[in-house]
């Protein structure tokens, strides 16, 4: 038998919650016309959240259509990946390039060879006459754009991205973008010149499943794998997830690992810990890489003295870091763009992400299990 969870970060899983409706909407926009709004996405939210795994959805969706994917991150230099060799391998997958042509032909002194550019080959292609090449290629489908990691891109190449995607939009052409990051990265992004008018795309911001999906995930996904939960199991399998679609992969699959028939609550319980470390090295480290020491020390004091509650006032956090409420509000909203707490009710901060609380009161050690 197979393990049919996927606790891997841009993994589809098996059975999907929670996310039908921004995967229906894309689908009937990609069977509509040009300029449908829905055909430029921006989704956000928290790290582990589903934002990769909903662009390889999408991605899926188009591809069924036959539209062709150029998949970028912000992580390199996607304008140039995208000019030099991921638009070109798509071109020469559908048509032979051009070539060149002989114009004259020199033999041992007598004269000389030339060549020239046969029509239609650029000498300074950009990404803009890239796109424009490979869409002359196509006939009844287009071209989807998915940019993930937002957040670490090069605020040059973003702007490019959307320069060209708004040149092609004017002219009615079949062409799709879908861009995914943290909360931060994704506001920036809105506020780069040449931009804004990505204000006007469908924007998505990614939450926790309710414990109604989250259960509906565990349960079709084991079902049929000769290891099903029990209710209780399931019961604390959502429980421990918290409503994390990572969470509720690796819960899944530890229990999955753990029983030896129908998964139980005490096969929950017994790798509990194991989830929780996990998603400590996983998420919660890489999500801390970079973080100032002024936010890192407000989401330690935060971390200690919010306990086992959902939040705290933050004018208490405020007050444990040495500062008044005014001069800490700098820091707080810097945490909140970076997504890594949120403000629940006016006053009130709160973590993004389960467990976090945990990882910063362990000094971010992680916890060996026995």
Same mark, same amino acid.
């Given at each position: 038998?197979?393990?049919?969870?996927?606790?891997? @970060?841009?993994?589809?899983?098996?059975?999907?919650?929670?996310?039908?409706?921004?995967?229906?909407?894309?689908?009937?926009?990609?069977?509509?016309?040009?300029?449908?709004?829905?055909?430029?996405?921006?989704?956000?939210?928290?790290?582990?959240?589903?934002?990769?795994?909903?662009?390889?959805?999408?991605?899926?969706?188009?591809?069924?259509?036959?539209?062709?994917?150029? /998949?970028?991150?912000?992580?390199?230099?996607?304008?140039?990946?995208?000019?030099?060799?991921?638009?070109?391998?798509?071109?020469?997958?559908?048509?032979?390039?051009?070539?060149?042509?002989?114009?004259?032909?020199?033999?041992?002194?007598?004269?000389?060879?030339?060549?020239?550019?046969?029509?239609?080959?650029?000498?300074?292609?950009?990404?803009?006459?890239?796109?424009?090449?490979?869409?002359?290629?196509?006939?009844?489908?287009?071209?989807?754009?998915?940019?993930?990691?937002?957040?670490?891109?090069?605020?040059?190449?973003?702007?490019? *991205?959307?320069?060209?995607?708004?040149?092609?939009?004017?002219?009615?052409?079949?062409?799709?973008?879908?861009?995914?990051?943290?909360?931060?990265?994704?506001?920036?992004?809105?506020?780069?010149?040449?931009?804004?008018?990505?204000?006007?795309?469908?924007? @998505?911001?990614?939450?926790?499943?309710?414990?109604?999906?989250?259960?509906?995930?565990?349960?079709?996904?084991?079902?049929?794998?000769?290891?099903?939960?029990?209710?209780?199991?399931?019961?604390?399998?959502?429980? *421990?997830?918290?409503?994390?679609?990572?969470? *509720?992969?690796?819960?899944?699959?530890?229990?999955?690992?753990?029983?030896?028939?129908?998964?139980?609550?005490?096969?929950?319980?017994?790798?509990?810990?194991?989830? *929780?470390?996990?998603?400590?090295?996983?998420?919660?480290?890489?999500?801390?890489?970079?973080?100032?020491?002024?936010?890192?020390?407000?989401? /330690?004091?935060?971390?200690?003295?919010?306990?086992?509650?959902?939040?705290?006032?933050?004018?208490?956090?405020?007050?444990?870091?040495?500062?008044?409420?005014?001069?800490?509000?700098?820091?707080?909203?810097?945490?909140?763009?970076?997504?890594?707490?949120?403000?629940?009710?006016?006053?009130?901060?709160?973590?993004?992400?389960?467990?976090?609380?945990?990882?910063?009161?362990?000094?971010?050690?992680?916890?060996?299990?026995?």
């Amino acid at each position: 038998m197979t393990n049919p969870f996927r606790p891997t @970060f841009g993994a589809s899983p098996l059975y999907w919650a929670g996310r039908r409706v921004i995967l229906d909407e894309f689908a009937r926009a990609i069977d509509g016309n040009p300029g449908d709004p829905t055909r430029s996405l921006i989704i956000d939210g928290a790290r582990g959240i589903g934002k990769t795994v909903l662009l390889t959805e999408l991605e899926d969706i188009a591809a069924q259509r036959g539209w062709i994917i150029l /998949r970028a991150t912000g992580r390199h230099d996607m304008v140039r990946t995208l000019v030099d060799s991921t638009i070109p391998a798509k071109i020469r997958e559908l048509a032979p390039p051009p070539g060149r042509k002989v114009t004259a032909v020199s033999i041992s002194g007598l004269g000389r060879v030339d060549t020239e550019l046969t029509p239609g080959q650029d000498p300074t292609p950009t990404l803009i006459t890239r796109l424009r090449d490979l869409l002359g290629h196509l006939q009844g489908a287009g071209v989807l754009i998915t940019v993930d990691e937002v957040q670490d891109a090069d605020p040059d190449n973003l702007t490019q *991205v959307a320069v060209a995607y708004q040149d092609l939009i004017r002219d009615d052409l079949e062409v799709s973008l879908a861009m995914a990051g943290l909360t931060h990265g994704v506001n920036r992004l809105l506020d780069l010149p040449g931009t804004t008018f990505l204000r006007r795309a469908r924007r @998505f911001e990614l939450g926790p499943l309710t414990a109604e999906d989250a259960r509906a995930t565990l349960t079709a996904t084991a079902e049929g794998s000769g290891r099903p939960f029990d209710e209780p199991g399931a019961a604390a399998a959502v429980e *421990v997830a918290q409503g994390y679609p990572y969470l *509720v992969q690796l819960v899944g699959y530890l229990a999955w690992n753990r029983s030896a028939g129908t998964i139980t609550a005490d096969d929950v319980a017994a790798i509990r810990d194991e989830a *929780v470390m996990t998603m400590g090295s996983q998420v919660h480290a890489p999500s801390l890489k970079g973080v100032p020491p002024a936010q890192l020390a407000y989401l /330690r004091a935060m971390a200690d003295l919010i306990g086992d509650d959902a939040d705290v006032a933050s004018t208490a956090v405020a007050e444990a870091v040495g500062k008044k409420p005014n001069e800490a509000t700098d820091t707080r909203g810097k945490l909140l763009d970076r997504g890594l707490i949120e403000s629940p009710a006016w006053g009130r901060v709160a973590f993004t992400l389960p467990y976090l609380a945990d990882f910063l009161r362990s000094d971010g050690r992680v916890t060996r299990i026995s």
